[in-house]
């Protein structure tokens, strides 16, 4: 494993020294299939492998590498538990639905768990906790607050907790502690996973049609489209340019650190999480909407100064992660004047059961099979949420005034990040490098 001494170096992360990501051909000319999915993540690699299985025609097109975006960039822990969710969600969507967002999730952890036997992928059984700190959690006793989560969760049938004396070096109110949840080497699992799908990459899609998509070296057209780009593309359908905004968060692994003994996130939105691999402490946090200031890795860093003085910095990196209205994804027809289009987003930091959901719950739509956890993820839902007035007061203030850049995606001034040297937008999140060249969409194109 190498240290990571620039952006450059840094953006090929902690996981793709530790597996061989297969390569793949660029397409050159047009071509046809039934299923055509966009983007090489998690989403499209899942969703290819479920058609796989089930005999159908897929292509799967990637503008770069696979795994070279969110996917191999994750911490990777495979749980449920998505922070302190489940009693507002009851409060807002009802026990029934509640109760299907979970066990949609339950079952993309133990997909994973069955899934890891045939592909090795480092897969550890832990228990997942996430904590708060002594004082108060949006006005309320946060020790209160987690006990009222834990009962939450247990009335939707899992036997949750709330433990103290976490090996943590500081001392929380306590954990909500989920136990038997999972962690695993994501680029190990799936670049064997992808190894016999219909791929390719270096294949940049510029324009979704009805029945096919435009790329710079050829149009491909399909029966049914998946948009499994991270941030959706098309602006024409589903809003979500508005109902949408980005996250960055930072991530730096440590020798000669402490063996947490499990999974660990605050329940602030931009605490810190831990997690152990192999001899390595993974430490993430310093988070902020992208194009906004924040900790970034220099917050972590005065963090492993302050309790692993002893410790040495083995990597670091950053990742970016797409957060809904609601904080449950859009899975699903693309927009209600949608017919063959589908969409998987807004995974709001927990993208590995996510996916493994998306990717049955769409797999079985271009099917045309019945999916019980589809409604709860419907794209199409109520988009009257405080986050959306939010959004939107970033989008206006940032298409007026002066700037040097704006973004290739809707005009939007971009923010210069001196972390990561990069041009970013803070109303949808799309990023360029100093040169301008793109590096995380919705945008299409370069500056």
Request: proline share 4%; aromatic share 10%.
């Amino acid at each position: 494993m190498e240290n990571c001494e620039n952006r450059e170096a840094c953006e090929k992360r902690l996981w793709s020294h530790t597996a061989n990501i297969p390569q793949y051909k660029q397409l050159h000319g047009d071509a046809k299939t039934d299923v055509l999915i966009i983007g090489g993540g998690a989403v499209g690699l899942l969703c290819g492998y479920f058609l796989k299985n089930r005999n159908v025609d897929h292509m799967i097109l990637e503008g770069r590498r696979i795994l070279s975006g969110t996917t191999g960039l994750t911490t990777a822990k495979i749980t449920p538990q998505h922070g302190l969710i489940y009693r507002e969600m009851i409060k807002n969507i009802g026990y029934e639905r509640a109760k299907l967002y979970f066990e949609a999730n339950r079952r993309g952890a133990e997909d994973y768990r069955e899934l890891s036997k045939i592909y090795p992928c480092d897969f550890e059984e832990k228990d997942s906790f996430v904590y708060l700190m002594k004082g108060k959690y949006k006005g309320q006793d946060s020790r209160e607050v987690l006990e009222r989560e834990a009962e939450a969760v247990r009335k939707l049938g899992f036997p949750a907790s709330v433990e103290d004396n976490l090996p943590l070096p500081f001392e929380p109110a306590g954990a909500v502690r989920f136990p038997n949840q999972a962690q695993f080497n994501p680029v190990k699992f799936f670049s064997q996973l992808a190894e016999d799908l219909n791929i390719y990459e270096n294949t940049f899609v510029r324009d979704i049609l009805s029945d096919c998509v435009k790329t710079d070296s050829g149009t491909v057209k399909a029966k049914k489209i998946i948009v499994a780009t991270h941030f959706p593309i098309l602006n024409k359908q589903g809003a979500y340019y508005m109902k949408m905004y980005q996250s960055r968060s930072y991530v730096i692994a440590l020798e000669n650190a402490q063996n947490v003994e499990g999974m660990y996130v605050d329940g602030e939105e931009n605490g810190l999480s831990f997690r152990n691999y192999e001899d390595l402490l993974l430490i993430g946090g310093g988070g902020h909407r992208t194009g906004k200031k924040g900790g970034n890795w220099e917050e972590l860093r005065r963090f492993a100064q302050k309790y692993y003085p002893d410790s040495r910095e083995k990597c670091h990196w950053a990742a970016q992660d797409c957060m809904s209205l609601d904080k449950i994804p859009y899975i699903g027809l693309y927009s209600g004047m949608a017919k063959d289009l589908y969409v998987a987003s807004g995974f709001n930091k927990w993208g590995m059961t996510s996916s493994m959901a998306a990717a049955r719950i769409l797999s079985d739509m271009v099917m045309g099979t019945s999916n019980r956890y589809a409604e709860v993820f419907s794209p199409s839902r109520n988009m009257i949420k405080p986050q959306l007035f939010v959004n939107l007061g970033e989008t206006t203030v940032n298409l007026i005034g002066f700037s040097k850049k704006r973004c290739s995606h809707l005009g939007c001034r971009l923010k210069w990040n001196r972390a990561e040297h990069t041009w970013d937008c803070p109303c949808h999140g799309s990023r360029f490098s100093e040169g301008g060249e793109l590096l995380d969409n919705p945008a299409n194109r370069n500056l």
